[in-house]
């Protein structure tokens, strides 16, 4: 779990009516202390840090003006105040976007509107790059979008939904490319690819990830997506042409092998378009929608061309020339 009550420590808290004198008692004997927390009736209410207290003490006549009165005379009376649960990345941003003279301060955390305890900015930071470094191994390496186990949770996830739709993209005849052009600009095609399904896909909110290889998968929280097939399959098939050398495109006898080992007549890449919704069916486990998605891909790849199929329906095909 990522929230930030989980890194939080139990530090010694006061109650506003307590003198700076017992504070400076209680900062002498915990030198590691860096701030205590001032709470009213179970609430923070405020925040006493060692450098803001001794900076105080210590001008010319800040001892004898400040040492026997209340602390909350010291006192930050604006320190941020998160709840247990809030997630750490948002709880960092928040930490980061403070004044700079409280940027080091502890934050403080509360329970059920009670204080519960305080992190430190180091442990934040610390965790906090746990973190993106755990993220960042569940992210395909080369598109940088989510990888397969984010996509098994997020397919977890959309059972309970009332609506989904999940869109299944596939390039035809990848394989043939690299064999050709080789893994570099193979890698580069996929790197388009995702560029196009990011504009139509996540730019718009949605969830993409990268299963592998020239697999990609979208899932929305509704049924509208002819729209964003359509305008994924017009873009791949108006740019494609461009990772081709044009003797290829244009050599109406270039032969090529093809994946039972013999040789055919050269095709360029189309993209194959799966989609399967809850609309007339449901499902009740991420295995019975892999399975039903895999049949609604074969269908849809013994369609010439780039085409987009929802469910058992029909194909579309292609919006530009085949």
Do not use: W
């Not at 001008?59 to 247990?84: C, H, Q, W």
């Not at 993106?132 to 309970?160: R, T, W």
């Amino acid at each position: 779990m990522s929230n930030i009550g989980r890194i939080a420590k139990k530090v010694p808290y006061i109650s506003p009516s307590l003198k700076n004198k017992e504070v400076d008692k209680l900062f002498t004997e915990k030198p590691n202390l860096r701030g205590i927390v001032v709470v009213h009736q179970e609430k923070p209410v405020a925040h006493i840090t060692r450098t803001h207290f001794y900076q105080k003490i210590g001008t010319l006549y800040g001892y004898n003006l400040y040492m026997g009165r209340e602390s909350n005379l010291l006192a930050k009376t604006n320190p941020l105040i998160v709840d247990f649960y809030q997630r750490i990345t948002e709880v960092s941003k928040l930490a980061m976007e403070r004044q700079e003279e409280d940027l080091y301060d502890d934050v403080i955390v509360t329970k059920d509107g009670k204080f519960f305890g305080v992190v430190s900015i180091r442990a934040l930071l610390m965790e906090f790059v746990d973190i993106q470094v755990q993220f960042a191994s569940f992210l395909n390496p080369l598109s940088k979008l989510p990888g397969n186990h984010l996509i098994d949770q997020k397919l977890g996830e959309i059972l309970y939904l009332d609506q989904y739709s999940i869109i299944y993209f596939d390039l035809d005849y990848f394989k043939t490319y690299n064999d050709i052009y080789g893994f570099n600009k193979g890698d580069k095609v996929l790197l388009h690819l995702s560029e196009i399904l990011k504009r139509n896909v996540a730019q718009a909110g949605y969830f993409l990830g990268h299963i592998g290889g020239d697999d990609f998968m979208a899932i929305l929280p509704h049924y509208n997506i002819n729209a964003i097939c359509e305008n994924i399959i017009r873009d791949f098939d108006e740019t494609i042409p461009r990772f081709y050398d044009t003797k290829h495109l244009k050599n109406p006898d270039f032969k090529v092998k093809g994946r039972s080992g013999t040789m055919e007549n050269f095709t360029i890449m189309s993209l194959s378009i799966a989609v399967l919704t809850n609309a007339k069916r449901k499902f009740k486990k991420v295995e019975d929608l892999s399975d039903a998605l895999a049949s609604v891909k074969r269908t849809c790849k013994k369609v010439k061309g780039s085409c987009y199929m929802i469910d058992e329906g029909d194909c579309a095909s292609s919006l530009t020339n085949e």
